[in-house]
């Protein structure tokens, strides 16, 4: 992906040519010496060697984990707790995670490169010292929010980090307590402002909302919100987006209106809600708002395509706004699927399917 | 459309068509045929673990394009066949271990090729058992597909395994429901899917859960316009599609995207005339084969997933596809 293509790039002189079938011959029989000999340091460090210019040999990867499980102290040494042995699996582990790390800076979407990670660290889990492997947790943290500061897309390092902070929260901070409960260790408040920090930073990162409204109903129950916060939490997030509103071409901070709007809705799952005890009226409340305060984005700016795509979507999916003419009359509708199909050409399909649903909804014969 | 002359004639050199409209059958097709041959090339190596997924990517696109034959048929088995592990899987070449990722493209060419007796002949009961190895990845508790004995779960693997199954007809060798349970656990409110619960949706993995759904005749679950909605969304104002919101164009979404809302009968949401033109753009004129976008390297991966695109949306002188 990305890559240029030059004009002439597929002539090469002949010395080129040489240089590189010497290369592929040491590749090729590198690819041999790994799988002819044992499992031993030795084969360790060629794997290194192969790894490094090919991350994405996954054959490689798996003959490496192999040679590390020989590798690691046998269940008997590790039984008698020896400080070698514990120490022994910790290089080995420290050093590959060190390898990949190396290696993610250069290729931080490798699936192999990320499997390996987690492997590693389960390896340590089961075989290390609770504060030994905890401490290795930590430092996945913190590699993660290195990563996730380069480039905040990357959902190879969201899905690592959402795994790591199970991991911590599961892991006893004090190796020698007792079962406690999941309450004293969730990390889902620091979770929480992780993503408003991120969202702060920059405001069209989709992947910090996403993994904010997958926080949300999680922080309420654990906070064990009454029905006040809870409704404070979803004014407090329709208020963070009003905000938004300023700069109305932001595709993200839509899809988590979309969010919030959705957690109104009847069809709405328990695990997803914010509100518990909704009646209909703040339903109709919370719409007849939004659309007044989306509304008013008209008055400064027209051309955005957004607000009316937004606008349309509410009006046929909540109950409590169609046919409700005090708050979007007929010609409102018309209107902004007018401006719609001028502005979004592209999607004229979709807005002729809504136009149908909406011609058929004003004629009664669509029900709800 | 009705820009080109006949079937069958997807372009070629003889073509009335302003060059941009033009699908260049003949330089793709030796492209193709090209890529075995370049052993003198670093990168061929390096790339030796993707080669039956890049074999069946190469093969679909020369039946797409109307040459299944460009590519010899006994030799594509025979290759296929080295990689055939004792345990029922495949690797992705002779000495690579095996993965569903290998499986699934080596069931996907030997169905293309209808070489299933060819594998009964070399390898008694070996369909059963290359569908064993698929169905014992399946984890338990949560449904979902590992990728090998490594563990690595994701969607991909999910959508693979009922893909492959399905084709060699075994499907009652894994637990259905369980599966469709997962890909629940992948939705977003936006109403796409991710690669496991919580991760946010994106064009790739819609495509893999939907197509489960889809051959498990779930589709039921999907929420049509909202999906369709976010999936037409992705087109950009030069007519390509991106992955995810504020992503750049890349033609292998012309497919992940484009089958996803035929799939869910949305692709009448974007504009498809606007989309062929993208497609036709990222073809390297001179030496075949398409890129990501205009003007980068071309690779097998993107001609195949450019050519699809080109199919679903009914370009003259292709074959058909089906969207799963």
Known sequence: ?368 | MSLVSGPGRGGGSDSALPQELQLFVDKHVRYIQSLDKRKDELEYWLTEHLRLNGLYWGLTALHLLGHPDALPRNEVVDFVLSCLHDSGGFGAAPGHDAHMLYTVSAVQILATLDAFDDLEARVEGGRRKVAQFIANLQDAKSGTFAGDEWAECDTRFLYGALNALSLLGHMDLIDVDKAVDHVKTCANFDGGYGTGPGAESHAGQIFTCVGALSIAGRLDLVDRDKLGGWLSERQLKNGGLNGRPEKKEDVCYSWWVASSLAMIDRLHWIDQSKLTAFILSCQDPELGGLADRPGDMVDVFHTHFGIAGLSLLKFPGLAEIDPI
Not at chain 1, 16 to 29: D, F, G, P, S, V
Not at chain 1, 40 to 66: D, F, G, Q, S
Not at chain 1, 278 to 298: A, G, H, P, V, W
């Open chain 1, 1 to 368: 992906h990305g890559v240029s293509r030059v004009a002439g790039s597929q002539t090469r002189s002949d010395q080129a040519r040489e240089k590189e079938l010497q290369h592929i011959t040491r590749y090729n029989e590198l690819v041999e010496l790994i799988a002819e000999t044992q499992y031993t340091v030795e084969v360790l460090n060629l794997t290194t060697k192969l790894l490094t210019e090919n991350p994405e040999y996954y054959t490689i990867w798996n003959h490496r984990r192999r040679v590390l499980q020989h590798l690691f102290p046998t269940q008997a040494e590790s039984a008698s707790l020896s400080s070698d042995s514990h120490q022994t699996t910790l290089d080995l582990i420290t050093a590959d995670l060190s390898l990949t790390t190396s290696l993610l800076r250069q290729y931080p979407k490798c699936y192999w490169l990320w499997n390996h990670r987690y492997w590693a660290l389960q390896v340590g889990e089961a075989r290390l010292q609770v504060a030994a492997a905890r401490k290795l947790w930590q430092g996945e943290l913190q590699l993660v929010t290195i990563m996730l500061g380069a480039d905040s897309r990357n959902f190879h390092a969201w899905s690592y980090r959402r795994f790591v902070v199970g991991e911590l929260e599961r892991i006893p901070a004090q190796p020698d307590e007792a079962i406690h409960s999941k309450q004293s260790q969730s990390m889902t408040e620091a979770e929480f402002a992780y993503t408003t920090k991120m969202i702060k930073a920059n405001l069209s990162n989709f992947s910090a909302w996403h993994n904010r409204s997958k926080l949300i109903p999680k922080l309420l129950d654990e906070r064990d919100s009454d029905d006040a916060e809870r409704r404070h939490m979803l004014d407090n997030e329709f208020a963070l987006i009003h905000e938004a509103f300023l700069d109305p071409f932001d595709q993200s901070i839509w899809y988590y209106h979309q969010f919030l709007m959705g957690t109104l809705s009847s069809r709405n799952s328990r695990e997803s809600a914010i509100i518990l005890d909704l009646t209909d009226n703040d339903q109709k409340r919370y719409c007849e708002q939004e659309i007044n305060f989306i509304k008013e984005i008209l008055e400064d700016e027209e051309e955005c395509k957004w607000v009316y795509e937004v606008l349309l979507q509410y009006s046929t999916s909540f109950p409590s706004l169609k046919g409700n003419e005090s708050v979007i009359t007929s010609d409102d509708l018309r209107e902004w699927l007018s401006k719609l199909r001028g502005l979004d050409p592209l999607r004229n399909g979709r807005w002729t399917d809504i136009e149908r649903t909406l011609d058929l909804q004003s004629k009664g014969l669509v029900s709800q």
